[in-house]
């Protein structure tokens, strides 16, 4: 059977204090096991302004131990499509298969955004009105990738229509997303079907024209159910303003309880000025802002996926500081290793991928270094994986705390993990350290459908001096 990702209802609690309660989450994705699942990872891009972006082994293996288990392979509608002067490219078609298996042998699922690049004489009014069968046309592109991947069990779904736009059509954005997208959704999913019906549907909103926008966010609202199943709904957020990433979160929120879908963050993070990487000033604003979001991210168990995993080959010229990208790495290349660590640092904490039983809530407290996790454990339904990026993030190594039941260490300079306390009828060789991909690994919780709160904190564990009293 193949891996089905089940849709999770979203409901979060709003408390006086703080947009998103550190209470029991609703979002993430469930398995053909039942295991809660965290998806996390980047957008891989086929091409940037200067031709094609292949990757290799090595870099999968840097996604992976930079904390992903998704990535997001964004497709180029002119190569897949026959759209004007467009031809079908099987060449391309070998070129995402191969990142697709690249990413499947690395531990990675895959997700396929449809953007409309290089696609000539594309116009998204006339998608919408499909004069001249405009929609099928663009279905047609869709075929190849359902065709190919309809028994993959590692490609979770497809982005649909990737930041669908209004330009200068006469309509209201409500209007534009009721009469013209959401029924474009509709067909799109119908045509899908026959191909696969345990794959997952991706939904975004209208992305607004510019000088327009929400709480300074450029994504117009939902305000309509779609009609079919297996729907994800994956808005984008690149908001550099502290006061309204939480609103947006919360408007959010409130949108996938109206598609009754979760939510996956299809993209995130403001882009990366050129400026920034020579100015710590600069630097520290980003920090502020990348963490605040990163933490209402989690505090709402959704899962993100951070574009872009590339180099500086090319830059944007958009924003009013001068030239920007959304690459994580600096190299003046397309497949980067130089990275702006003041954004892969946050990108890259520590958080539960694959759980299994019931993910209650968790985060990441970036001041102290330290994760903290409550779960319901259900050992029936497999393996567990903990993301915690030591070499990054504990270089003076860690110390995991499983309830009153074990704690373990691991040493920077040591292979193994080391056992400080274990409790009666425990197994601490359950719990195994993957150091190639910087994970931890339970094989079964110490207890059974029980409550466990698991913690992670910097540095080696040392039993109490019973001579040391707190506050003397």
């Not at 080696?460 to 506050?471: C, L, Q, T």
Request: proline fraction near 5%; charge should be neutral; aromatic fraction near 12%.
């Amino acid at each position: 059977m193949s891996h089905r990702i089940c849709k999770v209802l979203v409901l979060v609690t709003i408390w006086l204090l703080s947009p998103f309660s550190f209470a029991d989450i609703k979002h993430g994705l469930r398995d053909n096991d039942g295991r809660h699942m965290i998806p996390r990872g980047y957008v891989i891009n086929t091409n940037d302004h200067a031709g094609a972006v292949d990757f290799n082994p090595e870099d999968y293996l840097r996604m992976v131990r930079m904390g992903a288990n998704v990535q997001v392979i964004r497709l180029e509608m002119g190569k897949l499509s026959e759209l004007g002067d467009n031809t079908f490219e099987p060449e391309y078609l070998a070129r995402v298969k191969r990142a697709t298996k690249l990413g499947r042998e690395a531990g990675i699922k895959t997700v396929f955004k449809m953007t409309v690049y290089g696609a000539t004489d594309f116009s998204w009014e006339e998608l919408y009105l499909n004069k001249s069968n405009e929609q099928e046309t663009y279905i047609n592109a869709w075929k190849h990738i359902w065709e190919a991947f309809k028994d993959d069990d590692y490609v979770i779904g497809y982005d649909l229509v990737n930041e669908p736009r209004k330009k200068d059509m006469d309509i209201s954005y409500d209007q534009l997303t009721r009469r013209y997208l959401i029924p474009l959704y509709e067909k799109i999913i119908d045509a899908a079907i026959p191909y696969s019906d345990n794959k997952q549907f991706l939904i975004q909103t209208i992305f607004m024209n510019k000088g327009d926008a929400i709480n300074k966010n450029q994504y117009a609202e939902i305000t309509k159910r779609i009609d079919r199943k297996n729907i994800i709904f994956a808005p984008h957020i690149y908001q550099e303003h502290l006061d309204y990433i939480a609103p947006t979160m919360e408007r959010f929120d409130k949108e996938s309880q109206l598609l009754g879908a979760p939510i996956l963050i299809g993209e995130w993070g403001f882009p990366t000025l050129v400026t920034t990487d020579n100015s710590v000033k600069e630097q520290l604003n980003y920090i502020e802002f990348y963490i605040k979001t990163a933490e209402i991210f989690d505090e709402m168990g959704v899962g993100s996926i951070k574009a872009w995993f590339l180099g500086n080959r090319s830059y944007q010229n958009f924003l009013p500081g001068g030239p920007s990208t959304w690459a994580i790495f600096s190299d003046e290349q397309a497949i980067g290793t130089v990275e702006r660590k003041y954004i892969t640092d946050i990108i890259a904490r520590p958080y539960p991928q694959l759980i299994a039983g019931d993910i209650k809530n968790f985060k990441f407290h970036f001041a102290t270094r330290t994760l903290d996790l409550n779960i319901t454990s259900d050992n029936a339904k497999g393996v567990s994986r903990i993301f915690v990026g030591a070499d990054r993030h504990y270089p003076d190594g860690f110390t995991v705390y499983i309830g009153d039941d074990l704690i373990m260490s691991k040493s920077p300079i040591k292979a193994g993990l080391d056992v400080h306390h274990s409790t009666k009828n425990t197994q601490p060789s359950k719990v195994v350290w993957d150091k190639d991909r910087q994970q931890l690994i339970i094989l079964s919780w110490p207890k059974n459908n029980a409550q466990i709160n698991i913690k992670i904190k910097p540095g080696i564990y040392k039993e109490p001096d019973p001579a040391v009293k707190i506050g003397k």
